[in-house]
């Protein structure tokens, strides 16, 4: 079973709209992180956000949060705003206990942004 | 203060062949991972390490070597290529504590014909 679902394989948004991408997951372990990774053309990896599964508030980081509803085992990424430079790959990342960060990933969603 | 370098950036490799990546940090992080990302997918891990001298398996470890034996650096070993293992490979490092955020290296695309 795939520990996390992305569903929408991509995404057109118009500048200046806010974007929300979906992910869902799929774990019994009560301590887990959530990641969101943005991936641009040149190939990085850049960390946007993350959300502790004891994390009673939302993250929050610039234009970017996460939209955690635990119980529905979601954690969408919020784009406020959203910029040109925002168009990317996107993947929802997660980390089950506690050490290693041994992340297992969804498989992305291309946000493309339209002047 | 570079963060994650990996070395080489680029290798065509024939069937058969072997290499080795190498990932260094410099930010003083105990654990670190080798992660692939196949064409329209997300990264795979394939081994890690919580220290030092300390190696595990990820999910597809298989075909893959890896070694730690210094704190900063951590080895990826292909002992006999296979075309299977084209791909993009990425190092990441972490803190022990904390979040853990994941910083990653710039990717090493490889090509096995």
């Known amino acids: 079973a795939q520990k996390i679902t992305q569903t929408q394989p991509g995404m057109f948004v118009q500048e200046k709209e806010a974007v929300t991408l979906d992910c869902t997951y799929d774990?019994?372990?009560?301590?887990?992180?959530l990641f969101w990774y943005k991936q641009p053309s040149s190939g990085e990896m850049i960390f946007l956000i993350y959300?502790?599964?004891?994390?009673?508030q939302n993250a929050t980081e610039g234009r970017y949060s996460l939209n955690f509803q635990k119980a529905r085992k979601s954690a969408n990424l919020v784009i406020s705003a959203s910029q040109l430079g925002d168009s990317a790959m996107y993947f929802c990342?997660?980390?089950?206990?506690?050490?290693?960060?041994?992340?297992?990933f969804g498989q992305g969603t291309r946000l493309t942004i339209n002047p | 203060n570079a963060g994650v370098t990996q070395t080489p950036k680029f290798r065509v490799l024939k069937t058969g062949q072997s290499m080795t990546l190498l990932c260094a940090q410099d930010?003083?992080?105990?654990?670190m991972y080798w992660y692939r990302q196949d064409p329209g997918m997300g990264l795979r891990l394939i081994h890690y390490s919580v220290g030092e001298g300390t190696t595990a398996k990820g999910e597809v470890p298989d075909g893959y070597n890896v070694s730690r034996l210094k704190k900063q650096n951590f080895l990826l070993g292909l002992e006999s290529a296979a075309p299977s293992q084209t791909s993009v490979y990425f190092c990441?490092?972490?803190?022990?504590?904390?979040?853990?955020?994941?910083?990653f290296g710039a990717g090493s695309r490889l090509t096995v014909l």
């Open positions: 774990t019994s372990d009560p301590s887990y992180g």
């Open positions: 990441a490092s972490s803190w022990t504590l904390g979040a853990n955020v994941l910083t």
């Open positions: 990342a997660m980390r089950e206990g506690r050490g290693a960060q041994k992340l297992v």
């Open positions: 959300q502790g599964s004891y994390d009673q």
């Open positions: 930010m003083n992080h105990e654990y």
